[in-house]
């Protein structure tokens, strides 16, 4: 199972990082299978960073093996949804671009990855590219978004990563973060909603 992530697909999002420049595709990366954090696990802050950032996202998990994927047949190769956190060392992944070297490691780390439960993409409306999602932290909210705001559609991504890697039943694409992300302390409760339904649930230890 791999874990396959967008960057920067959002515009409000790149504007409030300073990223500016256009892409012509998107921007792709990957996390390991050691990033996943599930159950309601708590998510424990790890020494190496002083600023961890939520980043909350519409995650879709893949159901059917497929390579060179159409973009018009992609549909057929996700069933579910759920709400995730792409965790990001915000302090090291500035250090690591301002040295022009990869930035994984401030991405996928262990734990990077939370996800709440997954529930068929029918009961959440049938249409990818129209959920709203949001975070609450404490019971406030602090982060949300709309899939229609994606500048890479979900079944576009699919189609380009499919051109370079095999997708796998069981792998996960987190589908990019809006504008809002923050950072997270100790004590915190954090809450995902896809529409009104709670699907993510955990804290910060």
Known sequence: MKIIAVGMN?????????????????????KPDSALLRDG??????HFSQEMHYETEVVVRICRLGKHIAPQF????YDAVTVGIDFTARDLQRRFRAAGEPWELSKGFDNSAAIGQFIPLAQAGNN???LHFRLDIDGHTVQQGHTADMLFRVDDILSYVSRFMTLKMGD?????TPEGVGPVSIGQHLQGYLGEEKLLDFHIR
């Open 172 to 176: 996960l694409l987190f589908t990019g």
């Open 10 to 30: 959002y515009a409000l999002h790149n504007q409030e990082l300073g990223n500016t420049q256009p892409h012509t595709n998107p921007v792709i990366f990957l």
């Open 128 to 130: 990818v590219q129209d």
């Open 41 to 46: 696990k708590p998510f424990f802050l790890p």
């Open 74 to 77: 992609a549909h057929r190769y």
